[in-house]
């Protein structure tokens, strides 16, 4: 083997000064424009130790021999199944708009026509801030990116039309929500206690992944440290009465959607994810306890076919062995990154200019995501960047270009088509190295609490994102139709941009209003002396670090205190985030 | 108040802006140089920072004076940072839809505060129908997704 080895390094050179070297003075370059691998680019490569079998420890080759999807996926042909509308146990389409009453009639519409999936929520921006909705600073914002809940009020009404067979304990449900995810878990306990189904038959997955919000997406309101004590609250209430919820569904996509190299987002949402871990063993659970219900969204996200691959592979590398080495796992599923997609292109890759070039952009990106263990979807619609709601065309090209890659192509048919790879092996390791010493750096501030604390992440990312915005100016890096190739004369290719009538926009208008005249008849009729004596509580448990807080959030909950009022105490007590200067 | 004065000014070389002479309303002259001062905000509860920030570095590269609001400002401490840092431009990033509204109030205030010559430019994701309404308010130029940062700051040179 060796000798074979040598041979072939011998060759390699002797190619390389006889054939390769020519070939780039003939065309006056530098450097070759290409690259080309040979096994000595994997000399000490051990498959056993770095690839292994699909479902087999450190899962580079997947998770599973197949998945689930894939199980059924002839069935789904013959029945037409739409996985965006949800039904055989899966969340529906992620929406939500305007007051609690417009999204129930929004969600009975789409049961109406079939569309039966669990309710994928999406809460309006003062909701995520932690605000209700008669607050100052969410004037202007009610109902417009979600659904509005002040109260426990709203969040039941989301769900009169979830009874019978879609009754909460055979829908999941989906909730993207961070920074207030305590209350709204505890929202969904007291549904299931005032229905009398029992917490244990409850699924869902709430997003709770609160350190990310600090990196990329915003919606955070304490400081760092407080926050991950209220997320290792929901953990270890969640681990001991709602054993079928995800606790969180960690993103490493909205970090690199925020600007962050393909090694900074692995590194910062491993480092984040070691931190949830830690949190989980300090609340006194054992690993295998809690990291089964570990689940993750989407890692990545760029047009770099080969290093998206690559990217998750090594993402599943890393975390796996994070959970059985670092905190001594010893159940596979604690190991896994359990996430819905695997590669994608990242909305951030699409461009407003010549929209219908997305398309093909989407389509590699689905080639990536069938090579790495995942669906292969061409996500997102090709209209994603007009920011108007994907249309039927782009939805019905957006499936269809993932259906031609699944029935026709074949392309999710091989576990891990690269492994073995010389050139795919070899950039695997070299992600999961550069991600490691990224790693490394982070551990020696003190872990991710502190890389977000001193804003060293969020800055960190904020320079990557300029990097790359200089390359797109200077015409460094490529973008077809935006820094090239474009002319005065852009032919206007028409686009159909007929939207399904989704949210009613009179009542997207109005949501302001009655929403804040039901929160002050709310405020009114409840027992006032009751919430005055509760949120006193909440404040005297939340000053000791040593209480979890959520058995006191479902209290108040279940008694109408409202969001912002439960947030309010938080904000007393934990103080709250201050934003990361330039 | 930087936004009273009376500014005289000419551009030269090197992408420096250079005020010649600045007279105060009162006739007094005096000689200063000065960068023109350019106050990135978030208005509203939209977290979305990256373009904010991006377009923050790219302009202070530019050669301008750049101050970021940071997440989560409402109009009205908008309004006062510009007035209290003397800026010439006032860049709202909003990706949250929510740009009519908070776009509006803004402009209320920079008028309250008789502060209107603070040039006001939006970004993020606009539909193209409401890039008229923005202007309608008074602000100069609207940047969607996909513009480069050198285009707003050539246009804030030349407009300013």
Not at chain 1, 229 to 244: A, Y
Not at chain 1, 251 to 261: D, F, K, L, Q, V
């Amino acid at each position: 083997m060796n000798d074979q080895l040598e041979d072939i390094k011998k060759a390699r050179n002797n190619w390389q000064e006889t054939i390769l070297n020519k070939r780039v003075q003939r065309f006056n370059l530098k450097k070759s424009p290409t690259k080309f691998y040979t096994p000595a680019d994997i000399e000490s490569h051990s498959f056993l130790e770095k690839v292994g079998f699909p479902g087999e420890y450190p899962f580079t080759a997947g998770n599973n021999p197949f998945d689930f999807w894939r199980a059924y996926a002839e069935d789904a042909a013959k029945i037409g199944y739409r996985p965006d509308w949800g039904g055989a146990g899966g969340v529906g389409k992620y929406g939500g708009f305007g007051t609690a009453e417009d999204y129930r009639d929004y969600l009975k519409r789409m049961h109406a026509m079939n569309r039966k999936g669990g309710p994928n929520i999406a809460f309006d921006l003062a909701t995520q801030c932690g605000l209700d909705s008669d607050s100052e600073m969410a004037e202007g914002e009610i109902g417009r990116v979600g659904v509005a809940i002040d109260s426990f009020q709203d969040f039941q009404t989301i769900y009169e039309p979830y009874t019978g067979e879609l009754e909460i304990d055979k829908v999941p449900s989906n909730f993207t929500i961070n920074a207030p995810a305590a209350i709204i878990i505890a929202m969904y306990v007291i549904l299931a206690e005032k229905r009398g189904i029992p917490l244990t038959s409850l699924k869902g997955t709430p997003q709770n992944d609160i350190l990310k919000e600090f990196i990329a997406r915003g919606t955070y309101i304490y400081p760092p440290k407080e926050s991950l004590r209220l997320f290792r609250d929901t953990c270890k209430f969640c681990t001991q009465n709602l054993p079928q919820l995800n606790i969180n569904s960690i993103g490493g996509y909205h970090i690199r959607e925020a600007g962050a190299t393909r090694e900074q987002d692995l590194a910062f949402s491993m480092s984040n994810g070691i931190a949830y871990l830690q949190a989980g063993i300090d609340a006194g659970l054992s690993i295998d306890e809690f990291a089964p219900q570990f689940s993750f969204n989407a890692f990545g996200g760029s047009m770099q076919i080969y290093h998206e691959i690559a990217f998750q592979r090594a993402a599943r590398r890393i975390w796996a062995g994070i959970v059985r080495d670092r905190f001594g796992a010893k159940n596979k599923r604690s190991m896994m990154i359990r996430q819905p997609i695997t590669a994608h292109i990242g909305c951030i890759s699409t461009t407003k200019q010549r929209t219908i070039n997305n398309l093909p952009r989407a389509v590699i990106g689905g080639i990536a995501a069938g090579m790495s263990g995942g669906i292969p979807g061409a996500f997102p619609p090709f209209d994603e960047p007009l920011g108007l709601g994907h249309s039927l065309e782009a939805v019905q090209l957006q499936l269809d270009a993932t259906r031609i890659m699944i029935y026709e192509a074949g392309v999710a048919d091989i576990n891990d088509p690269w492994a073995g790879s010389y050139f795919m092996e070899n950039l695997t390791d070299e992600i999961e190295s550069a991600a490691r010493s990224e790693m490394d750096k982070i551990e020696k501030m003190g872990g991710a609490i502190h890389a977000i604390e001193s804003g060293y992440m969020t800055r960190a990312i904020a320079k990557s994102a300029y990097e790359r915005q200089k390359r797109i100016e200077n015409q460094e890096d490529f973008v077809v139709g935006v820094n090239c190739f474009n002319s005065e004369n852009e032919i206007d290719v028409t686009i159909n941009r007929v939207v399904e009538t989704t949210y009613d926009p009179e009542l997207m208008e109005t949501a302001e209003i009655r929403q804040k005249e039901k929160l002050a008849r709310l405020k009114r009729e409840r027992d006032n002396t009751t919430v005055l004596s509760l949120l006193n509580t909440l404040r005297n448990h939340a000053a000791d670090e040593s209480i979890n807080l959520m058995p006191d959030i479902c209290e108040c909950v279940k008694n109408d205190v409202t969001l912002q009022e439960i947030c309010d105490v938080f904000r007393d007590v934990f103080g709250e985030a201050q934003p990361v200067k330039l | 108040m930087w936004h009273k004065l009376c500014l005289n000014k000419t551009i030269i070389q090197n992408k420096r802006i250079k005020y010649t002479t600045i007279t105060w309303k009162h006739g007094g002259i005096m000689n200063q140089e000065r960068k023109i001062r350019v106050l990135i905000a978030k208005p509203g509860l939209d977290g979305h920072e990256r373009g904010a920030r991006v377009v923050a570095y790219g302009l202070r590269d530019a050669g301008f004076e750049v101050i970021y609001t940071g997440l989560r400002q409402s109009p009205g401490q908008i309004c006062s940072a510009a007035i209290q840092e003397d800026v010439n431009v006032i860049g709202l990033s909003i990706l949250s839809g929510a740009h009519l509204s908070l776009t509006n109030k803004l402009m209320d205030c920079l008028k309250t505060q008789e502060a209107e010559d603070i040039m006001v430019l939006v970004g993020g994701i606009i539909p193209a129908v409401d890039i008229n309404k923005l202007k309608e308010m008074g602000v100069a130029g609207v940047f969607t997704s996909g513009t480069s940062v050198s285009e707003i700051a050539q246009f804030i040179k030349e407009n300013v």
